[in-house]
């Protein structure tokens, strides 16, 4: 099967289908091929959507819906199904008369190759007229709402993005949290075409960095902020019978986001090896506060230049004893509250876009702070920072946290919330 290059739109569709037909085949397990999949179609993968797909391409009987399917992931399915010679399962698309033309296009397409083939592809049943719009109105609205979530940056803040086409427009609701305070809120009634090119811009301006998720769980993780008081303003409130009125129907059921579920011995592991986040995009901007750097530094000085030593070991075992002194100073009262929190919307984050290792040493790391303990992630900023045992002479390179990211341009940083949409 190939499609004319302009109907095309995931490049990388014809080696992500061979990656799928091999987890459908046994020959590659499904948890490695999440990453490779992702980088292929350039797009965040959704470990309940990829179960789906591959379910599908594996039974004739398994429950599965092409228009359920991103349009990224739509060929890349499709091009699987027709490696797998799945001509039951091309059928099925076929018979959807609701699908957009251009997908029943590449459907009609993988339908001639299989049947060119000797696979038997069923021809579909016509449907009543009237019953394809309402289903085609139907399906369009179900396929187009989600939540696009960001991490936390350095200062804990991240974004919640909700999104949901209507017959009479579509919802647009942007929230900014920090740690799980709402810090600000705006949304509204706007028609489709503005919606998409606003949408278009977050997801330009954050590239790689917003996952989608449930529409739900954006909108139940606002009416929640607002139903507990986790308010950074009282004004904050003028919103939010707006906000109840917008997000309430995609908030009814909705799920939270999975979470990792780790036995005591893994969690205590995943928790020693936590330093290792410090390696992902997503914590570049986490560094400790000033005051806490210069009393680290201040430790360091002090072990560095002890008398009370034998020899560079015993030096060594100073310095790493003053660090982790520091990273147990720095984790105490709210900034080990805020610390707790920030793993777990990191965890949740990393969960979503299926880097589930990386989740479960954040989650460990959360759950460490929410104890007693200090994460080896918390000790490794302050090595980050001021490097080996020779960095104890080394100012801090950081006199701030780092900026949020999070406002889109001409909307400020995060602060006292004003009316009105925070959008440009």
């Avoid at 965040?44 to 991103?70: E, Y």
């Amino acid at each position: 099967m190939k499609p004319n290059r302009a109907e095309m739109k995931a490049p990388g569709a014809r080696e992500a289908s061979k990656l799928l037909a091999a987890a459908v085949r046994g020959t590659t397990q499904p948890g490695e091929i999440a990453e490779p999949l992702a980088r292929l179609l350039g797009s965040p993968l959704d470990p309940v959507a990829l179960g789906l797909v591959l379910d599908g391409l594996s039974s004739a009987t398994a429950a599965f819906d092409w228009s359920a399917i991103d349009d990224v992931w739509f060929e890349a399915t499709l091009e699987a199904a027709v490696e797998l010679g799945r001509g039951d399962l091309v059928a099925r698309g076929l018979a959807d008369a609701a699908l957009p033309r251009g997908r029943a296009k590449l459907l009609k397409r993988a339908a001639h190759t299989l049947r060119s083939r000797g696979v038997e592809v069923p021809e579909p049943a016509a449907p009543p007229r009237h019953a394809t719009l309402a289903s085609a109105e139907s399906r369009a609205d179900e396929s187009e709402r989600y939540t696009l979530m960001s991490p936390p940056d350095g200062s804990g803040a991240r974004l919640r993005v909700v999104i949901a086409m209507h017959a009479e427009g579509a919802v647009f609701v942007e929230a900014i949290f920090r740690d799980d305070t709402l810090v600000r809120v705006a949304g509204a009634l706007m028609p489709r075409k503005k919606v998409r090119q606003l949408r278009d811009e977050l997801e330009a301006t954050w590239r790689n960095e917003l996952q989608r998720v449930d529409a739900g769980v954006g909108a139940a993780e606002v009416l929640t902020a607002f139903a507990e008081g986790r308010l950074e303003s009282s004004s904050l409130r003028e919103w939010q019978a707006e906000m109840r009125s917008l997000l309430g129907p995609l908030a009814a059921g909705a799920k939270p986001l999975p979470e990792p579920d780790l036995a005591p011995d893994a969690l205590r592991r995943r928790a020693g090896e936590s330093g290792r986040l410090l390696e992902l995009s997503e914590l570049a901007g986490w560094i400790p506060d000033r005051a806490s750097l210069l009393d680290c530094q201040e430790k360091l000085r002090v072990a560095g230049s002890s008398d009370l030593v034998l020899n560079e070991v015993q030096r060594r075992e100073q310095l790493d004893e003053a660090f982790h002194r520091a990273a147990r100073d720095y984790a105490r009262g709210a900034t080990r509250t805020s610390l707790a929190s920030r793993f777990r919307h990191l965890s949740r984050f990393l969960l979503a876009s299926g880097r589930a290792d990386d989740a479960e040493r954040a989650w460990a790391a959360a759950v460490e702070l929410a104890g007693e303990g200090v994460p080896a992630a918390v000790e490794q900023m302050f090595r980050r920072l001021f490097g080996d045992a020779a960095g104890a002479s080394v100012a801090p390179t950081a006199s701030a946290p780092a900026k949020s990211g999070l406002i889109l341009p001409g909307a400020g940083e995060p602060g006292p919330p004003r009316g009105g949409l925070i959008l440009p």
